[in-house]
């Protein structure tokens, strides 16, 4: 017997499940990268005061995780299987999350920081936790999870 890991999946299907990341990152990379300094300099909210916003979304985020995993195990849909309703519905939130984040109005504060954030994190958490989940799901191969995980990422 072989100890060489055996593929089944193609590259093919391997990218059509990791093809979502690479939107998702395009969005969301600027988000954590240039938004801080952004709302702390450019439109003069300061650096804590940013970092406290960001953080209360964030402790929104560490309660939506659950209830959306748990929403996403239990949705059942014909045609689209259970994790796809919740990719799809995600994006939404995700690119009206990211709009308003950075393009703000002139007027933007700390609310419209914290709140655009939780609808990003929100729409986000919504696509990449079916996203994930689904990679599990595909194979019941050790490797063959590896190389899904790492087409995803």
């Given at each position: ?122 729409g986000w958490t919504?696509?990449i936790l079916p ?23």
């Amino acid at each position: 017997m072989s100890d060489k890991p055996r593929f089944n999946l193609s590259r093919w299907v391997l990218l059509a499940y990791g093809a979502p990341g690479v939107p998702l990152a395009a969005l969301t990379l600027p988000v954590y990268i240039l938004l801080p300094t952004f709302y702390a300099t450019t439109l003069g909210l300061g650096l804590a005061s940013v970092g406290l916003a960001l953080v209360i979304a964030r402790v929104w985020d560490a309660f939506s995780d659950p209830i959306i995993g748990y929403l996403s195990d239990q949705t059942r849909h014909e045609g689209l299987g259970r994790r796809m309703p919740w990719i799809l519905g995600g994006l939404v939130p995700v690119m009206l999350g990211t709009w308003q984040l950075l393009m703000p109005p002139s007027d933007a504060g700390l609310v419209h920081l914290m709140v655009w954030s939780v609808v990003l994190y929100t729409g986000w958490t919504a696509m990449i936790l079916p996203l994930s989940a689904m990679g599990a799901e595909i194979s019941d191969s050790y490797h063959e999870r590896s190389r899904i995980a790492g087409f995803r990422e």
